[in-house]
């Protein structure tokens, strides 16, 4: 079964400041798919940003990139230039590409606070 | 809206009633999951179907819980006899054919 850990129930970071939120997962197939999702107070889910497993390019979003390391299976958000708007939990999620493709595996979230 | 829509918002139910929400999905997305969240969790996966078929359910979905996409379009999620321990977070997602997926708001649950 494939497991996503977060160890981190909670940061906080001071506005314009950068944060990394931590990530590790665990599986046995070799193509599949990371997620990081916000899920801001009004409680949707928003896709923060994606990184295909068989890609070595760390993916970038504005001010949001990751570190993902394969071997170490590790895949990390940084929020630069961090916002009051950027306060919400987040949440790692793990895509195979097998059978289970389209299913997310969820970590716990990681609570982000940014304050003024 | 182009968004995944879920009805109602909230519910609240007394304790062996039973309650059903509604998910209507992107309209371009053939596939539909459900997921639980309760308090302090990540979304777990209870469900999902490609067009009208419930092609995988999860050991969380107990047999008080059903699931239906008639004509591949909207979904509902019912629950009978409804529990404590059924209060949660129900939220729907649908994916595009690149698999990429989209939530709803998501229909908070309160069993008293």
């Known amino acids: 079964a494939q497991t996503v850990t977060q160890s981190q129930p909670e940061m906080s970071v001071q506005e314009a400041e950068t944060v990394t939120l931590s990530c590790t997962y665990d599986?046995?197939?070799?193509?599949?798919?990371l997620f990081w999702y916000k899920q801001p107070p009004s409680r949707q889910m928003i896709l923060v940003i994606r990184?295909?497993?068989?890609?070595?390019q760390n993916a970038t979003e504005n001010r949001f990139s990751v570190n993902f390391q394969k071997a170490a299976k590790s895949f990390s958000l940084k929020i630069s230039d961090s916002q009051l708007g950027d306060t919400a939990m987040y949440f790692c999620?793990?895509?195979?590409?097998?059978?289970?493709?389209?299913?997310?595996?969820f970590g716990r979230g990681t609570q982000l606070t940014v304050w003024p | 809206d182009t968004g995944v829509s879920q009805d109602p918002r909230h519910k609240i139910t007394k304790r062996g009633q039973n309650v059903t929400f509604r998910c209507d999905p992107i309209?371009?997305?053939?596939?539909l999951y459900w997921y639980r969240q309760t308090l302090g969790q990540g979304p777990e996966f209870l469900t999902y179907?490609?067009?009208?078929?419930?092609?995988?359910k999860s050991r969380l979905l107990s047999d008080r819980f059903s699931a239906e996409r008639p004509k591949g379009s909207f979904s509902t999620l019912e629950i009978q006899r409804t529990e404590q321990g059924d209060s949660a977070m129900y939220l729907c997602?649908?994916?595009?054919?690149?698999?990429?997926?989209?939530f709803g708001q998501g229909t908070r649950l309160t069993v008293v």
């Open positions: 997602a649908s994916s595009s054919p690149g698999y990429l997926a989209f």
């Open positions: 599986t046995s197939e070799n193509n599949y798919y």
């Open positions: 990184q295909e497993a068989y890609k070595q």
């Open positions: 999620a793990f895509m195979g590409g097998g059978s289970t493709l389209g299913r997310l595996y």
């Open positions: 309209s371009e997305h053939n596939r």
């Open positions: 179907f490609q067009n009208e078929a419930q092609l995988e």
